[in-house]
């Protein structure tokens, strides 16, 4: 017994001393040599291999620099890096988006990019793709990767089939695009809806910025939250109108839909049986190779009856310094190649957006075709429009935002539990109290 | 206790070979030796973190930037917290409807294939499947596959003549239903631990009560189930246990949001959006961890005041 | 070793296990065997559809997959195989071996670990058992993600992370609260006259554990290992959390990464990685059935 017990007790001994040599986890802080610096990103797979040919080319010219790349997936990775951030742990470079981004801002968590401006250079990107990552004193926190933004796609195919005309995307109304939507419903008897159910908020938040007010913060920060009830539920009217119209899906479908996780291969727009659904633009080549055929990116309804345009473009990611970086300069090298190298461009090609460096742009460009320069063509379309600047929103009410405060109030809605303007009341309420916790 | 029934009952028949004291020395220092990788564990592993969690519960921490007291705030702002109740409420009903219909099926199968089928281990094996799923991106899939507007139990009331083109997952009436089937399903790994406990029952006690002209049902309720109690009440207290946080089937099938309007919105699920979400407030969450402690612990010390009615030890 | 003296019922010779005769005719007894073989095949057709579902979407072309519900794919895309194979850094192959490796380091830990704390909960008396015992308990009810940030903060000052260690480490120091509880209650089943009579033969304490319980256990560990083989493999949080080099990743994260909602799904590669994964797990699983089956000779106890 005594034999079995010294055992264990040398068995765990072991394996308590053996492991943590093999164990690595901090960059080498080596003088000479080379530099190792950490690169966390989200995507999938077919992203991975792009970025890992970039890594390659970006090694091969600074051989002095050592990547070492983790990724997972969009939801994984924000748990893994905000523990990371609570153990002090962050990567050197990581990609980053809203909402989670307002919080590594707000305690200091991001390197100034100005302060790197020997190795990154910022010059080439327009002033505006930089308003979401603005600090109070106008510290720049991170780059753009990438414009995209969400908008709505048609399915020609679909109008085509129900004999509907295909309203001019320059012009339509809200009505225009209540009666487009009816009438594929009706003469496809069912097969077909006209509007896919948005269960996101981005279409109420065009139409909230076509009365010339958004989710998000005023200017300078107040009020919180900048928009009224009543306007929200001006569009939730409209939007429950369109239900019992019958020109959308049924709320029990959208759930699931949404519960799903919005797929291309599952969404209704791809399976020709919707005629317009929200989508996320920079997935338009995906939704076109589900579909099998061409889809048509359109401009808002009602921007030229409305006071003001609501369409918008913001960046889709960004890539951001660590404030504790043990390299700053091998990481600002590194995300200086990532966002200004052409050839690095190319690779990527539009998977992260479109790009926003002109000079990268043009070189992508010349290389793209089909479904991703439709997608460029949309954003250079909406850009031409868009007149309103984005407004970032106050960092708890992002949170609040992102963790369902639209979708809960429009399911009980949907679901008949509450009026359109209970359940507006409701979502501007969360915002507001979130927005000040 | 359970653990005092069992000791007065060991107390009895001690031989009075070697005098009390040695025996106790020796016992204790037997004691030791066994539970000290316990007691490693506890020390090394679980009592810092606990302690650090019972600690955050009276903080506020977003995990990206410091921690700051707030006291009681977090165990004040339960009481106001509708998404709360909301989710007590789901968790309870899951809770009572998927533990005893999962128990039940699982005895009763162990029952049934313990008694000796053609085919017992691929039976056994395909009952098991369900369970081999956890939480997996595809079990949530599959799910809608089978509750979905376009989904298999759709398509099988078409056979029947009734049209039917609800989201039986999309639906707030009927998701948590789902979410409750979807537990039930994998109730093989209950079944394999009753087949186990079946296995210690003796052969001879059967024999012995048919000799007696018992029917199957009087075998059942006077060999087996007073014998497998220990494990009928292991797996009713696991089954609770797990069942509040239990999270990775809810999350998967509503997309991680408890939808429709907070319909599958289960404790365990509400606690993890509190902690990894948007909002994520490790404070809070650690609070909600606390408060559910206090829950699961109420029912389980329930269960086991309960388990001298009906639990046998020691044949 | 002595047979058991069980007072209730007098010893009669041992027959064959579990089957008795009923006293019916014989056609009628053969009815109810296939009524019973039908509701079984039906009942187990029901729990494996939906498996069946994802291996064949497995060998289905992605937008192929949600458009219709057929179970055979003509003809089976065995590209996906290969593409989910080969899809990320590492083969899928590297990554089922890593899983392999914590895996079965998890199952020789909670073994020998939760036996013995269940041996120490069970047959000794010491002082302080009782707390102990509601401590474990509670360990069982806190839920992992309250304590996961502590422990991870922990393990990040140690300088663990990206190594096995906190997966491993804690399953030789009877961490898993389940099985300390699942083999409580099974120690609690055999009785107690066995430990005594085997005292009454001068056996130490260690003795009793190897010779006397263990082997009289051997459904009870053979359940422990099971269930640890396949919620150590299926175990995708701690092991995100812990593993973050691509090198150190298990199947379980893997998969979680063929879906990343924001740049698309590839849903053929997905379901036949997941069909690979399960395949471990099955196969450990008809393998352990025999030591679950054959725990205990057909007179119950040895």
């Known amino acids: 017994m005594n034999i079995r017990t010294t055992r264990i007790a040398a068995a765990l001994a072991a394996a308590m001393l053996a492991l943590p040599i093999a164990a690595c986890g901090a960059s080498d802080t080596g003088a000479e040599g080379p530099v190792t610096i950490r690169f966390n990103w989200w995507g999938s797979d077919t992203r991975a291999k792009l970025q890992q040919e970039v890594i390659d080319k970006f090694e091969a010219k600074y051989p002095d620099i050592k990547v070492e790349t983790e990724t997972s997936n969009y939801d994984d990775y924000i748990t893994k890096l905000s523990t990371a951030a609570a153990s002090g742990t962050l990567p050197d470079v990581m990609t980053m988006v809203d909402p989670f981004v307002y919080d590594y801002m707000d305690t200091g968590s991001l390197l100034d990019l100005s302060t790197a401006s020997e190795q990154l250079d910022l010059s080439a990107f327009p002033e505006d793709s930089f308003s979401d990552v603005l600090g109070e004193q106008g510290e720049k926190y991170a780059v753009s990767l990438g414009s995209a933004g969400h908008g709505l796609a048609i399915n020609p195919a679909v109008f085509e089939k129900y004999g509907v005309a295909i309203p001019d995307d320059e012009t339509w109304s809200w009505e225009d695009f209540e009666k487009a939507a009816k009438e594929i419903s009706e003469k496809s008897d069912g097969d077909a809806v006209g509007l896919n159910l948005e269960p996101t908020e981005q279409i109420a938040n065009c139409w909230v910025r076509q009365q010339g007010q958004w989710f998000g913060m005023g200017p300078g920060g107040e009020p919180a939250v900048n928009f009224d009830a009543a306007t929200l539920a001006g569009y939730l009217q409209f939007e429950k109108k369109l239900i019992d119209e019958g020109a959308t899906n049924s709320p029990d479908q959208m759930q699931e839909l949404s519960s799903a996780g919005a797929s291309p291969e599952q969404s209704l727009l791809a399976q020709d049986k919707a005629g317009i659904s929200l989508i996320s633009m920079n997935q338009l080549s995906q939704f076109e190779e589900a579909a099998g055929h061409e889809l048509q990116p359109v401009l808002w309804p009602g921007e030229t009856q409305a006071p003001a345009r609501g369409g918008w473009v913001k960046q889709s990611q960004y890539l951001a310094i660590s404030a504790n970086t043990a390299h700053p300069e091998a990481a600002a090298t590194f995300v200086d190649y990532l966002v200004n190298d052409e050839e690095a461009g190319t690779i990527m090609g539009l998977d992260r957006g479109v790009p926003v460096n002109p000079n990268v742009l043009k070189a992508v460009q010349a290389d793209t075709s089909g479904a991703d320069q439709r997608f460029a063509e949309w954003v250079e379309r909406s850009n031409a429009v868009n007149t309103q600047p984005f407004y970032r929103l106050n960092t708890g009410a992002a949170a609040a935002l992102s963790s369902g405060a639209y979708s809960r109030a429009h399911e009980a809605l949907i679901f008949g539990q509450s009026s359109p303007e209970q359940a507006a009341e409701a979502f501007k309420g969360e915002l507001e109290s979130a927005a000040t916790n | ?315 | 070793m002595t047979t058991s003296t069980n007072p209730v019922v007098a010893p009669r010779p041992s027959g064959v296990a579990g089957i008795r005769a009923s006293g019916t005719t014989a056609a009628r007894s053969r009815a109810m065997a296939v009524l019973k073989h039908v509701l079984l095949i039906l009942f187990g057709v029901g729990m494996v559809f939906p498996l069946l579902w994802m291996v064949s979407s497995s060998l289905k072309p992605d937008d192929q997959i949600f458009r219709n519900l057929n179970l055979i794919p003509i003809p089976p895309r065995w590209q996906n195989y290969v593409d989910g194979w080969t899809a990320q850094y590492y083969s899928f192959g590297h990554y089922m071996v890593n899983s392999l490796v914590i895996t079965l380091a998890t199952i020789v830990g909670n073994l020998v670990s939760c036996s013995m704390a269940a041996y120490g909960f069970t047959r000794l008396q010491w002082r302080g058992r009782q707390m102990a015992f509601g401590y474990m308990l509670m360990t069982l009810m806190l839920p992992i993600y309250v304590l996961i940030v502590p422990q991870y903060i922990m393990w990040a000052k140690l300088g663990f992370i990206n190594s096995f260690v906190p997966l491993i480490l804690p399953k030789f120091l009877a961490t898993d609260a389940f099985f300390v509880f699942l083999m409580v209650q099974f120690f609690r089943g055999l009785p107690r006259e066995l430990d005594e009579a085997a005292k009454v033969d001068g056996a130490s304490y260690a003795r009793i554990y190897f010779q006397v319980l263990m082997p009289n256990a051997l459904p009870a560990l053979a359940t422990t290992a099971i269930f640890t083989f396949i919620w150590t493999w299926n175990d995708f949080f701690n092991q995100l959390l812990y593993l973050t080099k691509p090198a150190n990743l298990t199947a379980a994260v893997a998969l979680r990464n063929f879906a990343d909602a924001t740049s698309g799904i590839s849903w053929g590669p997905l379901f036949a990685m997941s069909t690979l994964s399960l395949i471990p797990v099955f196969i450990v699983f008809l393998f352990g059935q025999r030591y679950l089956v054959e725990g205990v000779a057909t007179t119950g106890l040895k």
């Open chain 2, 1 to 315: 206790m359970a653990i005092t029934i069992a000791d007065r009952r060991a107390r009895a028949p001690r031989e009075p070979r070697r005098p009390a004291t040695v025996q106790a020395r020796r016992e204790a220092r037997a004691a030791h030796l066994f539970m000290l990788p316990w007691f490693l564990g506890v020390i090394i592993i679980s009592l810092g973190p606990i302690v650090a969690s019972a600690v955050l519960s009276f903080m506020k921490y977003r995990l990206v930037g410091s921690a700051t007291w707030v006291g009681l705030d977090n165990y004040a702002r339960m009481f106001s917290d509708e998404r709360l109740a909301q989710s007590l409420k789901v968790t309870f009903v899951y809770v009572l409807f998927g533990v005893p219909l999962t128990l039940a099926l699982a005895l009763l199968l162990a029952v049934v294939l313990n008694r000796g089928v053609a085919g017992l281990s691929i039976y056994r094996s395909v009952y098991y499947l369900p369970s081999l799923f956890g939480g997996s991106v595809a079990v949530g899939v599959l799910w809608r596959q089978v509750f979905g507007a376009d989904g298999i139990v759709n398509t099988f009331l078409g056979w029947f003549g009734i049209e039917s083109t609800k989201s039986w997952v999309g639906s707030p009436d009927s998701a948590l239903w789902t979410l409750i089937i979807l537990h039930v399903w994998t109730f093989g790994s209950s079944m394999i631990i009753f087949l186990a406990g079946l296995r210690q029952i003796p052969a001879e006690l059967y024999e012995a009560a048919s000799l007696d002209g018992a029917s199957a049902w009087q075998q059942f309720t006077r060999v087996t189930f007073p014998i497998l109690t220990p494990i009928v009440f292991f797996n009713l207290v696991m089954g609770v246990i797990n069942s509040f946080q239990n999270f990775a089937q809810a999350f998967v099938v509503s997309g991680g949001s408890g939808g429709p309007t907070d319909s599958t919105l289960v404790y365990a699920l509400y606690l993890y959006q509190q902690a990894f979400g948007p909002t994520r407030d490790m404070g809070y969450a650690s609070a909600l961890g606390w408060l559910l402690v206090f829950i699961v612990g109420g029912l389980t010390a329930v269960n086991f005041a309960l388990s001298r009615r009906w639990v046998h030890y020691d044949n």
